[in-house]
């Protein structure tokens, strides 16, 4: 299923990553129109869906001029849940285009949860992020707290940047995934040289990484 909606960035240096903050308002829309299983709970309610989307496509557009596309293979909604929350089995990609329509940021996940009341998204299992300075972010979980404008892990995180890869545990950011701290460097590579390739207890010149 494919559904194009209108949408306002509101600042241009918004990168892909900003389409995951605003996915419950846009599947939200997209998930009551399109065709869909809505299930009448009568099981346990945290795990009973209450509404099930396959397939689903959306684009959004800025001033008529195409700007994002998301991409799931599955939705499942339990709102009438303890918790109520969002379930994306089967994980979701999204992508950030340029007026000549090339991708110029993405997102990608294996699974995806939204929780509505926290109003949060966390990306578990091979999370992917490369944000529009060309910077690609590695890591298995991530968190987006939407009412703190946070974006944070506690897992190993990878960021390749344009000259160097580094590497640590526990991270940090604004939501434009411009500024950001690493909670415990493990080192910094040239790019020339992967992480592996380096002897055991070799001298790593370690280089702070920019704070927020």
Not at 160 to 172: M, N
Request: hydrophobic share 40%.
């Amino acid at each position: 299923m494919s559904r194009r909606l209108p949408g306002n960035t509101g600042h241009p240096g918004m990168t892909a990553f900003v389409l995951l903050l605003v996915v419950p308002l846009f599947f939200h829309v997209s998930c009551r129109k399109e065709p869909k299983e809505i299930v009448e709970v009568r099981f346990n309610p945290d795990s009973t869906y209450t509404m099930k989307t396959l397939n689903m496509t959306t684009f959004i557009s800025d001033s008529g001029i195409t700007k994002y596309k998301m991409v799931t293979p599955e939705c499942l909604m339990f709102e009438e849940a303890r918790e109520p929350y969002w379930f994306f089995p089967k994980g979701v990609y999204a992508e950030q285009f340029d007026t000549l329509l090339q991708v110029e940021a993405s997102v990608k996940a294996d699974t995806a949860f939204y929780y509505v009341k926290k109003d949060m998204i966390t990306l578990i299992g091979n999370v992917h992020i490369v944000n529009r300075e060309g910077q690609r972010f590695e890591t298995s979980l991530l968190h987006i707290d939407r009412k703190s404008d946070r974006v944070y892990s506690d897992k190993f995180i990878r960021i390749e940047q344009a000259d160097r890869i580094i590497t640590g545990i526990g991270f940090e950011s604004t939501m434009s995934m411009s500024k950001y701290r690493i909670f415990s460097m493990q080192g910094t590579f040239p790019i020339e040289e992967k992480p592996d390739t380096v002897p055991p207890g070799a001298n790593v010149p370690i280089a702070a990484a920019d704070s927020i």
